[in-house]
């Protein structure tokens, strides 16, 4: 996914001038994950360049330079690390469309390498999605493979309103299915690692059918896309798994659809469980979809504690969990 990412950014720098890429260390150095390798050589420092440490700073930038008419994709170096840029995320660039009344608009992407599984701790490892899912104005992509990054991050890039693209950093070199203790599978050997060339673009509110079935719905993003599919095959259930990719606009259509064709329904995050993007998905789903409705709505997510660092797999919304929730689901 590393690669179909710089694809993205590599395509619009040469297709925009108004496209520039900053962050910390994503110049020279490209990128804590290398997803910026390479740039700055090819496009200059102008163009692809090292921002302070100021989040803060890195987003409020962006808001400016969108408004004067370039299209910045701003890199946090972790999701974990933009709590000093939310007031310019909501404040500024959410809402400036409305304050000025069309006048003035904020086309910038910031880019968060998000989740865990990946040993991180409390400070390396958070998913808070739902912090930006509840501002109105911005948007919210989490993609989980290489060929839906690169059309996504190009979509971001040419939509004329904030994009939270929110990459999960264990999928950057490979699906995961939560089976820590197997080889790492590189995306080189995946269908979904093969990415075309050149541009093309991937619709920012259209949710994908990830796995076809008929028993029960699951509604996953994110690297929970894959470990919804290894409970399924591990529990013999033959359930339908929906890639959400784009969290807001929401593809409520392809949802409910599913649901009403199942009856039963199983929401996935690993972010935090109380006020989790999961809440809204099973509110949505119960209003939608009462009626259709076999069994409980069953929700697998991280708790509600920080990220545990010793006890990362207890956290981490396993197969295990996942296939249990599915087995309450199908027996109810």
């Not at 504690?305 to 969990?321: I, K, M």
Request: glycine content about 10%; proline content about 6%; some cysteine.
């Amino acid at each position: 996914m590393v690669q179909a990412i710089r694809s993205a950014m590599d395509v619009m720098l040469e297709r925009d001038d108004n496209v520039v890429v900053f962050g910390e260390d994503v110049g020279y150095f490209g990128g804590v994950f290398r997803c910026t390798e390479g740039l700055q050589a090819k496009y200059g420092t102008s163009r692809v360049f090292d921002t302070p440490i100021s989040e803060g700073g890195i987003v409020g930038i962006a808001v400016g330079m969108g408004a004067y008419g370039l299209r910045p994709v701003a890199e946090i170096q972790f999701a974990d690390y933009f709590y000093p840029a939310y007031d310019q995320l909501v404040s500024e660039a959410a809402r400036l469309r409305y304050r000025s009344a069309g006048d003035f608009w904020a086309p910038i992407v910031v880019r968060m390498p998000t989740g865990g599984g990946i040993y991180g701790g409390q400070t390396h490892s958070q998913s808070p999605e739902a912090l930006f899912t509840h501002v109105s104005g911005l948007k919210t992509v989490v993609p989980s493979n290489p060929q839906d990054a690169k059309g996504l991050l190009i979509s971001a890039i040419e939509d004329d309103d904030p994009v939270v693209f929110l990459e999960p950093k264990r999928l950057y070199n490979g699906p995961f299915d939560g089976h820590h203790d197997k080889p790492i599978v590189p995306w080189s050997k995946h269908p979904l690692g093969e990415v075309a060339d050149g541009y093309y673009k991937v619709p920012l509110s259209k949710a994908k059918i990830f796995r076809a079935g008929a028993e029960l719905t699951v509604l996953a993003y994110g690297t929970m896309v894959f470990v919804a599919e290894a409970a399924a095959v591990e529990a013999g259930i033959d359930a339908e798994i929906i890639d959400l990719l784009t969290l807001w606009p929401l593809d409520l259509d392809t949802i409910v659809e599913s649901v009403k064709k199942t009856g039963r329904c199983v929401i996935v995050h690993e972010a935090t469980r109380t006020s989790g993007f999961g809440a809204e998905l099973m509110s949505l789903v119960q209003e939608h979809c009462f009626y259709h409705l076999e069994a409980p709505i069953e929700r697998v997510t991280g708790w509600d504690t920080p990220y545990p660092h010793a006890l990362e797999w207890d956290y981490f919304p396993g197969p295990a969990r996942v296939g249990d929730a599915m087995k309450r689901a199908t027996s109810a």
